[in-house]
């Protein structure tokens, strides 16, 4: 298994105090996010990678905003002066109302079309010179300089559509969290599509933590959470849901209908009243949170990207009391 936190926030000595507390704390690698209200993805992890020696990045690309011939030569760029510490998180975008502020009006079909030519491009950026002519894009005899060895691939989404291009193009297929029965058919989806065509893929799953000394004082900090939630937030969240064709975010209406946002013995839906991504928290003492993580692995994950909206430590929390024991134990059924 691996371990990314997501990196989150707005100010820069935050971000980077949020990165070197996770790789002091046994983490594998940080999620750089691209949305509008946040810093530029390459440049951000550019600094980042500066500042660290073992952590890896995982730097996320929207296709509706980039183009794959510029973004090859980002990643092989970065990748050489990293180390080859970096990968790609492709992702497509989910809200009308974001989009539409770029003057991106696709329909979700038509976005998912641009993101498999876009992953397809990029699958080529080893090669002498790419010719390509396409819906989206064309190149000809476009050469990615430098060359580098090519970064793990990762689709997020949890439609159909993101599912079937991550099992013909990625590396892993991550999806957002939901209840164990739901994410094991997405995961078991992505890995039969993935056989299929003779490959083999692997899991990621996105997911908020609240980890505590014991169970009681988790699901206190999960209902002061709950309670810390405006009004104005939940009413912005209301009207996001409105405007979603993500299939995964969609879901947090399902996810929120729970009585009490108990969706499980220790997954809590109640960040979804406001968030604008994470569905789940895993809630509960550091004993059961390994034991839910370690029954997701038992669906398919082996890529964990964890966030701690409940507070500011838990990156700590989670590194110093959760992820040793099930590093440990993986090292020990690995082959």
């Not at 390994?290 to 082996?302: F, K, N, P, V, W």
């Amino acid at each position: 298994m691996e371990f990314c936190w997501n990196l989150n926030g707005e100010a820069y000595p935050d971000i980077l105090e949020q990165t070197k507390t996770a790789d002091a704390n046994q983490f594998d690698a940080a999620l750089i996010v691209s949305l509008q209200q946040a810093m530029d993805p390459w440049i951000l992890a550019t600094q980042l990678a500066a500042s660290t020696n073992r952590l890896r990045f995982l730097v996320a690309q929207n296709t509706n905003s980039a183009q794959p011939a510029h973004t090859a030569k980002a990643v092989n760029t970065l990748n050489s002066i990293a180390g080859n510490r970096i990968d790609l998180n492709i992702v497509t975008g989910s809200s009308h109302f974001e989009l539409h502020k770029e003057g991106i009006v696709d329909h979700h079909r038509d976005r998912y079309r641009r993101t498999e030519e876009f992953v397809r491009i990029l699958g080529q950026a080893g090669e002498d010179s790419i010719t390509h002519e396409g819906e989206f894009y064309r190149l000809r005899q476009y050469r990615v300089k430098p060359q580098a060895p090519p970064p793990r691939l990762f689709v997020a989404g949890s439609s159909p559509e993101a599912l079937a291009i991550a099992a013909r193009h990625a590396d892993f297929s991550v999806v957002y969290a939901a209840d164990f029965e739901s994410t094991g058919r997405a995961f078991a989806s992505a890995k039969r599509q993935a056989a299929q065509l003779g490959r083999r893929i692997r899991c990621g799953l996105l997911i908020d933590v609240i980890a505590r000394p014991t169970t009681e004082a988790a699901w206190q900090a999960a209902e002061a959470l709950g309670a810390s939630f405006g009004r104005s937030d939940k009413k912005m969240k209301s009207l996001l849901l409105k405007s979603i064709d993500s299939v995964g975010i969609a879901e947090h209406r399902r996810l929120l209908a729970y009585p009490d946002h108990r969706v499980d013995r220790h997954l809590w839906s109640g960040i979804a009243q406001v968030s604008t991504a994470h569905a789940l928290s895993i809630v509960g003492s550091y004993r059961d949170v390994m034991d839910t993580i370690q029954r997701y692995h038992e669906l398919g994950a082996d890529y964990f990207l964890l966030s701690g909206m409940a507070g500011d430590r838990e990156i700590e929390r989670i590194g110093q009391y959760v992820l040793p024991a099930l590093k440990t134990s993986d090292q020990e059924v690995a082959p």
